[in-house]
């Protein structure tokens, strides 16, 4: 991410397994970095799939934003947001 340039914008795909035992989750993921702010979301369009499987988590997208002061100050402030249902 510190090296990602302003003004930069990276569309991209993820699968995430959160525990070989409890499921797993996947979608598409967004990033845009402006001076030294990035915005970092993911949308989980497969949604959370426990073995065996509910699919709620894809009514939501995960926003963050973390704000690059140093290499060593690094801040990050991020929510969940219902999209639909």
Known sequence: LLSLRSN???K???SCI???KKGIFAG???LTR????IEFI??????WQPFPGKLWLKTYKWISEI??????????NSY???IKG
Request: no cysteine; hydrophobic share 25%; aromatic share 12%.
């Open 8 to 10: 930069s914008k990276i």
């Open 12 to 14: 991209g795909r993820f």
């Open 18 to 20: 959160i525990d070989e």
């Open 28 to 30: 598409e993921y967004y």
């Open 34 to 37: 402006t001076g030294d702010t």
């Open 42 to 47: 993911i949308t989980p369009t497969k949604g």
């Open 67 to 76: 704000q690059i002061q140093d290499i060593g100050d690094i801040k990050i």
């Open 80 to 82: 969940w947001r219902r």
